[in-house]
């Protein structure tokens, strides 16, 4: 059960350095939680609302939609997906009801980035 939907928590989409962003957009939250009741099992989120600090530590997009908006808002979250029918599974649902989609991997970290991030392109699916 989460806090922030149906399924979700915002324990699962906070900033990994600890210091506690946690807000996402309801629309990420929205469309994941369609996801997740589509795909009928749960979805460990691997990276939610990242601080700009913990995302320059590691080594992130100066621009990711990973970071609050300027209304505060974490735009984007990472799925695990460890196979490539995980990653298929993930993506046949997720095209449904997200514009912007990365697929990352066994070698880029085995994910499925799933972004509502309006200033970028919509429409688009890239790999890591």
Request: net charge neutral; with cysteine.
């Amino acid at each position: 059960m989460g806090d922030l939907s149906k399924n979700f928590s915002r324990y699962e989409v906070q900033c990994s350095c600890g210091c506690g962003a946690s807000w996402v957009s309801p629309k990420l939250l929205e469309k994941l939680q369609h996801v997740r009741d589509v795909v009928g099992k749960p979805m460990t989120i691997t990276s939610g609302v990242r601080c700009e600090a913990f995302n320059s530590s590691i080594k992130g997009s100066l621009v990711s939609s990973h970071m609050p908006d300027a209304d505060g808002m974490g735009l984007a979250v990472d799925i695990a997906c460890t196979t490539s029918k995980a990653r298929y599974e993930m993506v046949d649902v997720a095209i449904k009801f997200f514009r912007r989609i990365g697929i990352a991997g066994e070698h880029s970290g085995n994910f499925i980035h799933l972004a509502v991030d309006p200033n970028k392109t919509q429409d688009v699916i890239w790999t890591y």
